[in-house]
């Protein structure tokens, strides 16, 4: 069984920077696809970023609100990944959970939350004045 559990969120003023991270525990996998995904009061859970693993290869997805100011990385050896949020705006408000699916997922399936196999409770993130 997998595990994973985020930690780093909290209350920051507009144009501020915080860093989540996600540890994931239990079986580990050579091919995945991790990902971070958020949600907002009254919204439906919405894609952030994502990272897909095969063999050597390694590819960042982002979605259009967040590319230029979000990075999404992995270490390997502490079997986490991050996602490092610069210039956060109130509209970034949201519950973010991480998401793995245990393959490398097609370039179409990596934006929705259905395909993904294992997920975190999730951390708050608040940006307000």
């Known amino acids: 069984q997998v595990r994973l559990e985020e930690s780093g969120g909290g209350v920051v003023q507009p144009g501020a920077s915080l860093r989540l991270s996600c540890a994931a525990s239990?079986?580990?996998?050579?091919?995945?696809?991790l990902a971070w995904f958020r949600q907002a009061p009254g919204k439906e859970r919405e894609f952030v970023a994502a990272?897909?693993?095969?063999?050597?290869?390694?590819?960042?997805h982002y979605s259009d609100s967040v590319k230029g100011r979000f990075t999404i990385s992995r270490d390997n050896a502490k079997n986490s990944v991050y996602v490092q949020m610069t210039s956060l705006k109130p509209e970034d408000t949201a519950v973010y959970s991480c998401a793995l699916a245990n393959s490398r997922l097609i370039l179409s399936r990596v934006w929705y939350s259905e395909n993904y196999d294992y997920w975190g409770q999730g951390t708050q993130v608040t940006v307000s004045s």
């Open positions: 990272i897909r693993r095969s063999g050597g290869n390694t590819g960042t």
């Open positions: 239990g079986r580990t996998f050579s091919d995945y696809t």
